[in-house]
């Protein structure tokens, strides 16, 4: 079994930076399983949306409201996956979740836990 583990999130001001982690653990705890591996955010009230994704091909695809100051990278030999995020705006205040999922004959999501990211103004 593979358990996914976001860390990085905390309180920041706007325009400041956080970069967040997504490790791979367990058993079979290598990130080069997953097809994709993307972050996820859910704010209060609001439904979870896709910041970010990457493959294993490193094919990168980014939400509108990111894309230049939100950067998704990944060590395989860390098993981990990067959220760089600059330029940080209230607005991106949220709970922050990494998703792997495995294509097979269907698809299987896994989830980390999440990290609050909380921006200031």
């Known amino acids: 079994q593979v358990q996914l583990v976001e860390s990085g999130g905390g309180l920041v001001q706007a325009g400041g930076s956080l970069r967040l982690s997504c490790a791979a653990s367990?058993?079979?705890?290598?990130?080069?399983?997953?097809?994709?591996v993307g972050w996820y955010r859910q704010a209060p009230g609001k439904q979870r949306e896709l910041v970010a994704t990457?493959?294993?091909?490193?094919?990168?695809n980014y939400a509108d409201s990111v894309k230049g100051r939100f950067t998704i990278s990944r060590d395989n030999a860390k098993n981990t996956v990067y959220l760089q995020m600059n330029s940080l705006k209230p607005e991106d205040t949220a709970v922050y979740f990494c998703?792997?999922?495995?294509?097979?004959?269907?698809?299987?999501?896994?989830w980390g836990q999440g990290t609050q990211v909380s921006v200031s103004s």
């Open positions: 998703n792997g999922y495995v294509l097979r004959e269907i698809r299987i999501d896994y």
């Open positions: 367990g058993a079979s705890g290598s990130i080069l399983r997953f097809n994709v």
């Open positions: 990457i493959t294993n091909g490193d094919n990168t």
